[in-house]
């Protein structure tokens, strides 16, 4: 990942320190760790990724040593290691979705963004990856928006929308 | 329209999955309408009169923790997370004299392939949950909790937050609840996108800010739990049946459903359905009456199988399926699990090495990679399936799948192992043929005349 290197994070503002603190204080005095996954979702809704040097700040934060959290980074499937499109969507294939055109949303998406699954579109704009269980088995096809906003019973049409109407908002312009 | 508008178009509002008239007799999703989510909203509902009368702010004396757990022991409530242990007998197990922190952790990690019946909960009756722990958290003596939150669902862990903001704000939750002398502190937590921290002991560590591996039990989290101290572990379901328990009396539980299967249950019904959702149904329901509530099989097609409990439990067939009655026992004696109640059904268009070639992906992908027969034995199982799938299956393609399950079985340190390699050989017991079949007629088309998907081979 040749971007990590050339990334220049900005130092944490008080803001993004106020929502650290929430999380830190949820825990003993004693293990500020606990909140190291709350602070790289902050991180990933505030930056679109977790690079080396975010990374290291979470870390100099919470008192624990960088390896420990690029450890975390690396075992949850929904960090970014590397920059996403302005809108990450992750289809659901598993099994329940399977058997209800979850793979057909996601063939559906490859064909109308024109990439493959686990792509970029070249503007910038989405990235669409395969998911596994959401946790919404009932409302298939189903996929997560910037793993904050989960979309239910997408059919082509309403996949359509979606797309079109996402581009409409960012005023066609790439992220 | 900005991005947030479009997307908000698009939301589940719960009409489909939760607020139907399709439950019996439902506790947990009791009317429920998706706007009254609020503590004033579940106050009218009568909640929080089970956490009084623990207390002795209503309807008599204050309780004894002992006597709340030996209600919870009497009523035969199950943990409703997939293992169904007796959790009255789990409260149990807590340290009575302990002078350090105890734990209270609620395992909202849902992410049981088939399931979605906690984020509705969590979704639409926030309090119901915090109301349970709350009682439980008195019945053991625990002072500090903590509700882990699967990460795919963040919509729902704020609204979980909200729902802890009204009770701290209400005296409900915190330092001298009800101006008693019993105080818990309750936090959200949330994972990001790791089946194996649904394991309770991979869990902890993720609370701990660590990698989901599982820990080697015993120790069991009674002694050795969260940051090392005594923790119980249940699921949401558990806590959320509970202040019905305390209201209504153990015996009034038990007499919901059938013996030693006590109260409701929510199954998530997925798949080939009409109207696939949770529905809360008493326990012991027959099969058959569950699938009539679902719609019945989807465009009249028929029944060929159905994996009971989540995608861990072994597939059963359809006339297994329908002698079955839906609680712990009736399950497990026709060789499956009941699990977290998710229901997959497949109509008689489905291939089983399909079905099995996406679980089998999904464990692969999923494992820890702590254990070398999980780790590598999961992956062994996907390239077999999809060889067989792609039609490059070999004759010995069949004793191998059953040698790398014999391997992975009861070598792990957690289920994980016993779950990828469970619906393998249930698979193969009882579809036998259908793997045969494309094993020897290489380039068999999908059952549905399309392409498979070849998810894993391009994931």
């Not at chain 2, 309408?33 to 009568?46: K, S």
């Not at chain 2, 009368?53 to 204050?62: D, F, S, Y």
């Not at chain 2, 079955?324 to 229901?343: N, R």
Request: with cysteine; glycine share 10%; aromatic share 8%.
């Amino acid at each position: 990942m040749s971007s990590q290197a050339a990334s220049k994070e900005p130092a944490l503002s008080a803001a993004t320190r106020d929502r650290f603190d929430r999380e830190v204080a949820k825990y003993p005095a004693d293990q500020r760790q606990s909140a190291v996954m709350a602070c790289l979702r902050i991180m990933q809704e505030e930056r679109g990724w977790i690079s080396a040097q975010t990374e290291q700040q979470v870390a100099d934060y919470l008192g624990m040593p960088p390896i420990a959290v690029h450890e975390v980074t690396t075992f949850y499937n929904m960090y970014n290691q590397a920059p996403v499109g302005k809108y990450k969507l992750n289809v659901c294939t598993n099994l329940p979705c399977q058997l209800r055109d979850g793979a057909r949303a996601l063939h559906h998406l490859e064909q109308r963004l024109g990439i493959k699954m686990g792509e970029t579109t070249p503007d910038g704009l989405f990235t669409l990856q395969q998911s596994e269980c959401l946790g919404a088995c009932a409302d298939s096809p189903v996929l997560l928006v910037n793993d904050g906003t989960m979309v239910s019973f997408m059919s082509n049409d309403k996949l359509d929308q979606l797309i079109e109407g996402l581009r409409t908002a960012s005023g066609g312009e790439p992220a | 329209m900005n991005a947030q508008q479009v997307l908000a178009q698009f939301q589940a509002t719960g009409v489909q999955t939760c607020f139907h008239d399709r439950h019996i007799d439902p506790q947990i999703y009791k009317d429920l309408d998706g706007t009254n989510w609020r503590l004033a909203d579940y106050e009218q509902r009568g909640g929080y009169k089970a956490l009084r009368k623990v207390l002795g702010l209503v309807g008599g004396e204050r309780m004894d923790p002992a006597a709340v757990t030996q209600t919870v022991k009497d009523s035969a409530l199950r943990g409703r997370g997939g293992a169904g242990f007796p959790t009255g007998l789990k409260w149990s197990f807590m340290p009575k004299n302990y002078a350090g922190q105890k734990y209270l952790v609620c395992n909202s990690d849902e992410g049981e392939p088939g399931t979605c019946k906690d984020r509705d909960i969590l979704q639409f009756n926030p309090h119901i949950v915090i109301e349970g722990m709350i009682i439980a958290a008195y019945a053991m003596g625990i002072t500090v909790g903590y509700n882990y939150i699967h990460g795919e669902i963040l919509q729902t862990y704020h609204r979980f937050e909200e729902a802890l903001q009204e009770a701290r704000a209400a005296g409900l939750l915190g330092d001298r609840i009800l101006g008693t002398d019993f105080s818990f502190q309750l936090h959200a937590v949330h994972g990001w996108g790791a089946y194996i921290c649904g394991e309770e002991t991979a869990l902890l560590e993720s609370v701990e800010g660590k990698k989901g591996q599982p820990r080697y039990k015993p120790p069991f989290p009674a002694s050795f739990g969260l940051y090392g101290k005594p923790t119980t572990i249940n699921n949401t379901e558990t806590f959320a049946a509970v202040p019905w328990i305390i209201n209504n009396g153990a015996q009034a539980y038990l007499e919901v459903g059938k013996p030693n299967n006590g109260g409701t249950k929510i199954y998530s019904v997925s798949g080939d359905v009409e109207l696939p959702g949770n529905y809360e149904v008493p326990m012991g329901t027959p099969f058959a009456k569950l699938l009539e509530l679902a719609g019945g099989v989807r465009k009249g097609r028929t029944l060929k199988a159905v994996i009971p409990g989540g995608s861990s439990s072994p597939v059963l067939p359809a006339d297994i399926m329908m002698g079955c009655t839906m609680d712990y026992d009736s399950i497990a004696k026709a060789g499956s699990m009941l699990g977290s109640g998710a229901v997959i059904v497949m109509d008689d268009s489905r291939s089983m090495p399909e079905s099995l070639r996406r679980l089998s992906y999904f464990y692969m992908h999923e494992s820890c990679g702590q254990c070398t027969p999980c780790r590598e034995g999961t992956g062994w199982l996907w390239r077999v399936v999809d060889r067989i799938c792609n039609g490059h299956g070999k004759q010995s393609d069949m004793d191998l799948l059953d040698s790398v399950a014999d391997n992975i079985m009861g070598r792990t340190i957690c289920a994980l192992g016993d779950a990828a390699a469970m619906p393998v050989r249930a698979m193969l017991k009882h579809f036998r043929h259908e793997f045969e079949a494309m094993i020897q007629r290489p380039n068999l088309p999908a059952a549905d005349g399309k392409q498979p998907v070849a998810a894993g081979a391009r994931g």
